[in-house]
């Protein structure tokens, strides 16, 4: 089965887990069956578009519309001050702040106005900035340079996980895979955006596989960053990203 993500926007509007049911009940069984369990978990999907930022795209979305449907004041202070490490760590490795200092303005931006600290911003408006390709874009290349900030500065920590994908050292994978756009995210961009963010993620697994008993299981696993950087609901992750091989979409709990 081939997936032409790039005929959807950038984020597109939810669908119900339902649809999915019906659209590719003819297809592989395990994959149905897969399908059948995921709608009893999960309400709705939210496509992004398949171009390699697709994980990060999803990340932003997810977040920006969770913090504007809880308005939650306290985590907006918390993540500020991340962000504000982070920016540290990146001018700490060398990096010159023009680099990264727009990429990091405006994500701050999107987020003062989601909370109703600027101008008030709708779901629809919400939904129109993430389809903006010039906002997007801006935010995902500020979470491309904060997972390369992480990767760097703990490089021993992830060079296993670095090594694991790639021949490539940590400073060479950061530069060909993690910083440029297009380049497309593994379980290692997730681990770092979380840590260094102190926002836990859920990756939901779906895929062809059954365990070793031959049941289709849909199996998920949480990243959960270190408690020096987390929020107060650390322990449950709010972002909900499915994850098929090479594309990521948002998930919608019931």
């Known amino acids: 089965m081939l997936w032409k993500f790039q005929k959807y926007h950038l984020s597109a509007t939810r669908s119900h887990c339902h649809h999915w049911k019906l659209k590719y009940n003819s297809g592989n069984p395990v994959f149905v069956m897969k399908i059948k369990s995921l709608a009893q978990q999960y309400d709705s999907i939210r496509r992004t578009r398949g171009d390699g930022n697709c994980f990060f795209r999803g990340f932003m979305f997810a977040y920006l519309e969770h913090i504007l449907i809880t308005q939650d004041y306290a985590e907006f202070d918390r993540i500020k001050v991340n962000v504000e490490q982070c920016r540290k760590t990146l001018l700490n490795l060398g990096y010159a702040e023009f680099t990264f200092e727009d990429f990091f303005s405006l994500f701050l931006e999107q987020l003062e106005i989601v909370l109703g600290t600027g101008d008030s911003m709708s779901h629809e408006e919400l939904l129109k900035r993430c389809r903006d390709q010039s906002v997007s874009d801006y935010v ?33 994978f950061c530069k060909s895979s993690v910083e440029p756009m297009g380049e497309e ?25 059954c365990d070793d008993k031959g049941s289709a299981t849909v199996n998920h696993h949480d990243f959960t960053p270190g408690q020096e950087n987390a929020g107060t609901a650390a322990s449950e992750p709010f972002i909900a990203l499915l994850y098929r091989p090479g594309h990521y979409d948002i998930l919608y709990s019931k």
């Open 140 to 172: 995902v290349m500020c979470f491309r340079f904060i997972t390369s900030g992480e990767i760097r500065e703990r490089s021993e920590f992830y060079e296993p996980f670095v090594q694991g994908l790639t021949n490539s050292s940590v400073d060479q």
């Open 185 to 209: 995210s593994d379980h290692v961009h997730i681990i770092a955006l979380s840590d260094a963010l102190g926002v836990p993620i859920r990756a939901v697994y779906l895929d062809r596989s």
